[in-house]
């Protein structure tokens, strides 16, 4: 049986300290059918033990992708799901890896979409900060006892269910919408507190967590490119108004 899948997705490890989980992610990407494993920061370099873990991925390894920060990784992305063992204080849409919504497949498997799986540092996995720039949390429903599994077998479980998901025909592409990277959602965010403390909406100093709230909620409807240009034209007016 060789069922390729022809996705257009990277699996970004951020911060990993252990050369050979390295080796041992670029493997589980390979037997599941992809092809993109990216960096961020690696805390150790990609040693012998890596490839000797990679086995047949050495290949894998070789074409990772180094980021040298987290946003500069999930800058051009527009689809990005984080993989987290532990609930956060501010809940995020949030879904087990076997119960992914019909929408998010369908957009999975669109050529239209660039996606990202995020894998926190084996350590202290993902920061809030970190998870709060991702649309999507990916949980394995583990033990409550010990819930946090080895990176590598995290990687590998969510692989093989996206490998399902592509491998589903009854799951039908989705390429209706002209989703906005990252580093546009960042700018309307940048652009929204801007004109919040134009008006005294809102103070930084005294209203915490309206950022984050505001984040979330323009991760949550996730804006194509006219819905971002009608939001951005607004905005702009608001604050030639107030001059
Ligand atoms: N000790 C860390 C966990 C690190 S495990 C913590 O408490 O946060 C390394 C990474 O593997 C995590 O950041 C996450 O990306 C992934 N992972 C491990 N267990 C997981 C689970 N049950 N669900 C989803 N991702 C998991």
């Not at 049986?1 to 990277?10: A, F, L, R, S």
């Not at 527009?78 to 992914?100: G, H, Q, V």
Request: aromatic share 6%; hydrophobic share 40%; proline share 3%.
């Amino acid at each position: 049986m060789n069922k390729k899948n022809n996705i257009d997705i990277e699996f970004i490890l951020v911060e990993p300290s252990h050369s050979g989980n390295i080796g041992a992610c670029a493997r589980a990407i390979k037997n599941m059918g992809f092809e993109k494993l990216a960096i961020v920061k690696p805390r150790k370099t990609i040693t012998e033990e890596a490839f000797h873990r990679a086995k047949s991925a050495k290949d894998i390894l070789e074409n990772a992708v180094i980021y040298e920060s987290f946003d500069q990784a999930i800058e051009e992305k527009n689809l990005i799901l984080a993989t987290s063992a532990r609930e956060r204080t501010i809940p995020w849409p949030t879904f087990y890896i076997d119960e992914i919504s019909e929408e998010i497949k369908g957009e999975l498997k669109s050529e239209k979409t660039k996606s990202a799986i995020i894998f926190g540092r084996e350590d202290n996995g993902l920061s809030n900060e970190e998870l709060q720039k991702c649309h999507i949390h990916l949980v394995i429903p583990t033990s409550d006892e010990y819930s946090s599994l080895n990176l590598s077998h995290a990687l590998q479980l969510v692989a093989f269910e996206i490998r399902k998901i592509y491998l589903d025909n009854n799951v039908p592409i989705s390429e209706e919408k002209d989703l906005v990277s990252n580093l546009e959602n960042e700018k309307l965010l940048e652009h929204l507190m801007e004109v919040l403390k134009k008006i005294d909406f809102y103070d930084p100093k005294s209203s915490k967590q309206v950022k984050t709230r505001i984040e979330r909620l323009i991760k949550k409807i996730r804006l194509d490119k006219m819905e971002m240009g009608i939001l951005r034209g607004f905005l702009s007016k608001i604050i030639d108004f107030e001059k």
